[in-house]
């Protein structure tokens, strides 16, 4: 049978002894795997060094690949072990932070999220940079599996079966997990709505 | 209690709710799953019914819908290519450090599929595209070498190449919303393939990453004798 996913045909061709298949893969993956791994682990180091890994995996992979999923399930299925490993190492060298709560691991943020913590200027610019950082900030507070269901649903437009794949779960959960990702954000920035629905309804 | 255990009871709690009113959290679950185009035909009809009458219903969607907004936005967030360069140069010695088996493999010079060949005659945008392009082959360059010329294969790319990055910030990368580029003939040129490749709000250089992999596994179909298409 001929696989439908173009990145499932690239791994092929890789283990078939095609080099340059791998050069593509990384071209196409690697900026949005790393985008990722930094939400996860929060520590731009680490996502590099990470993303590295992640494609070492694919790498040793390479001979014994069989194509059980789309290309992508497998590889952000590799980086978030990867990156939980990571947190897991992390809390064992400092036992009092928890995995559930990255933000309070007191790692800093991606780089570019520093620079808006300065006094803003009443412009709508910064406002809009204020609040991308208030929702950056907002998101590192979610649990590590509803950040990387809702990532995946939503930038990487996986399914919630594929999401399933990643995380190891049930479809029914990602859909719970999607949801209450979504939730909890829109509540975090706001969100009022949330308690009048169900009386509305009745009229 | 367990994560899986909180959710299997959340899911009882809503498909036991379901013949009722919907409550604050199943009205989120709704609008969640019509988000991800993954609401049954019944709870689609009932959560547009409920839309048509409740203000806060509708309100709340508008919330969701901009939690996914600010997703997309972040993840939009440029990375500099200088960092992308570094993390390349690192990940191309572990590769030639792995790669022992000497091989002649490299990156295809094939001809280019029709569309292919349209998106990529233009030598400006190659200029353009360059440093993407190299992105990637010199990991297959590691690859095949499999020896320690690492620092060789991972020289650092001209940077005169590139003649499209305003202000050094690299140029956007797959997955990214976009670009702020000026509306150019080959723009538009692009952005026709990429509706003709089902890619509709796809930036240039995505168009152009799936041109590459059209290109890619055109070469080859051609070489395994396959009929194309």
């Known amino acids: 049978m001929q696989p439908i996913d173009p990145d499932v045909r690239l791994m092929l061709a890789f283990r078939d002894g095609d080099e340059s298949a791998f050069g593509l893969l990384y071209r196409r993956w690697s900026a949005r795997l790393l985008r990722y791994l930094e939400r996860i682990v929060r520590e731009p180091a680490v996502a590099e060094e990470l993303l590295q890994d992640a494609f070492m995996r694919v790498l040793d992979a390479r001979e014994r690949y069989a194509p059980e999923a789309r290309f992508s399930t497998w590889l952000f299925h590799i980086a978030r072990n990867l990156a939980l490993n990571e947190l897991a190492r992390a809390r064992s060298r400092h036992p009092h932070l928890s995995t559930d709560e990255p933000a309070d691991r007191g790692v800093p943020g991606p780089p570019q999220l520093v620079l808006v913590a300065s006094t803003p200027a009443p412009d709508e610019a910064t406002d809009a940079r204020r609040e991308h950082a208030r929702f950056a900030a907002a998101l590192a507070e979610l649990p590590e599996r509803q950040q990387t269901a809702l990532w995946l649903a939503v930038v990487e437009g996986q399914s919630y079966e594929e999401i399933a794949g990643v995380l190891g779960s049930s479809v029914q959960s990602v859909k719970n997990l999607v949801h209450r990702a979504r939730a909890n954000l829109a509540d975090r920035m706001g969100g009022t709505a949330r308690t009048v629905p169900a009386a509305e309804a009745k009229r | ?229």
Request: aromatic share 2%; proline share 5%.
């Open chain 2, 1 to 229: 209690m367990s994560d899986e255990e909180r959710e299997t009871r959340a899911t009882r709690t809503m498909q036991e709710s379901r013949a009722t009113e919907p409550t604050p959290e199943e009205l989120d679950a709704l609008l969640s799953a019509r988000r991800d185009g993954a609401l049954e035909a019944g709870e689609a009809a009932r959560l547009e019914a409920l839309l048509e009458t409740s203000e806060a219903a509708r309100l709340r969607a508008l919330e969701l819908e901009r939690v996914d907004a600010m997703l997309r936005a972040l993840a939009a967030e440029p990375i500099p290519e200088a960092r992308l360069d570094r993390i390349e140069a690192a990940l191309g010695r572990r590769v030639a450090e792995t790669a022992t088996r000497p091989s002649a493999a490299r990156a295809p010079e094939t001809p280019i599929g029709e569309k292919g060949r349209r998106a990529t005659d233009d030598a400006s945008r190659e200029r353009r595209v360059s440093r993407r392009r190299s992105r990637g082959f010199g990991l297959a360059a590691a690859l095949a070498a499999g020896v320690v010329l690492a620092t060789v294969v991972w020289a650092p790319r001209e940077k005169n190449a590139v003649v499209d990055e305003p202000g050094g910030q690299g140029l956007p990368i797959a997955g990214t919303a976009g670009t702020a580029e000026p509306a150019t003939r080959e723009g538009d040129e692009l952005a026709t393939l990429g509706r003709e490749l089902g890619l509709e709000d796809a930036s240039d250089l995505e168009v152009i990453e799936e041109l590459e992999l059209l290109e890619f596994l055109a070469a080859r179909e051609r070489d395994a004798g396959e009929p194309q298409g």
